[in-house]
């Protein structure tokens, strides 16, 4: 009947078109749609990936902030009581190590850019240890100024008759000029 109409070459090429169009019926509806999805899955995974480098980056721009921080002193302090604050710490301190205050300089300002670097200045007199014992308390525990310098030095007290020890502490803060 109908089979019989056709040749067996025109059948071979009919089942030919036919597997054609059935090849791309199924990439237009499966295969694309799979390849579609699994671009978009690996450009979401890139983007996470992405995503987490930026995460872990910030926290090590914010762990370097906070260590710089805790390396410059306190950010937001007040630069005329700053001294006044160092004074009583070391004050506090300075009963149970046997140290003087000698001499207080007046606070210094330093301008660089945007940024002021105040400097406070104390001459501070004891023994060995308990000197060293206060740098130690400072550098630990006094978190409103850093502790830049500490200079030792002896003075012959002609009174006494004996050599004396001093140190002299120098203080930083740094502040952003906005």
């Given at each position: 009947?109908?089979q019989?109409k056709?040749?067996?070459k025109?059948?071979?090429?009919?089942?030919f078109?036919?597997?054609?169009?059935?090849l791309l019926?199924?990439y237009?509806?499966i295969?694309?749609?799979?390849?579609?999805?699994?671009?978009?899955?690996?450009?979401?995974?890139?983007i996470k990936k992405?995503?987490e480098g930026?995460?872990?980056?910030?926290?090590?721009v914010q762990?370097?902030?906070?260590?710089l921080d805790?390396y410059?002193?306190?950010?937001?302090?007040?630069?005329?009581?700053?001294?006044?604050e160092?004074l009583?710490?070391i004050?506090s301190?300075?009963?149970?190590?046997?140290?003087?205050?000698?001499d207080?300089r007046?606070t210094?300002s330093y301008?660089?850019?945007?940024?002021?670097i105040?400097?406070n200045?104390?001459t501070?007199k004891?023994?060995y240890?308990s000197?060293?014992?206060?740098?130690?308390?400072i550098e630990?525990?006094f978190?409103?100024?850093k502790?830049?310098?500490a200079r030792f030095?002896?003075?012959?007290?002609y009174?006494l008759?004996k050599?004396?020890l001093?140190v002299?502490?120098?203080f930083q803060?740094?502040k952003h000029?906005?």
């Open positions: 009947m109908m019989d056709f040749t067996y025109q059948k071979k090429i009919g089942v078109v036919l597997f054609v169009l059935v019926l199924g237009k509806r295969i694309r749609n799979t390849i579609i999805e699994a671009n978009r899955y690996l450009k979401n995974k890139n992405n995503e930026i995460r872990r980056s910030i926290l090590n762990n370097e902030i906070y260590n805790d410059l002193g306190e950010e937001n302090f007040n630069e005329h009581q700053i001294q006044q160092i009583e710490f004050t301190k300075e009963s149970n190590n046997n140290v003087t205050v000698t207080i007046p210094h301008l660089v850019g945007n940024y002021s105040i400097s200045s104390f501070l004891g023994r240890n000197l060293i014992n206060l740098i130690y308390q630990k525990k978190r409103k100024s502790l830049n310098n030095f002896k003075k012959r007290n009174k008759k050599e004396e001093f002299e502490l120098l803060n740094f000029d906005k």
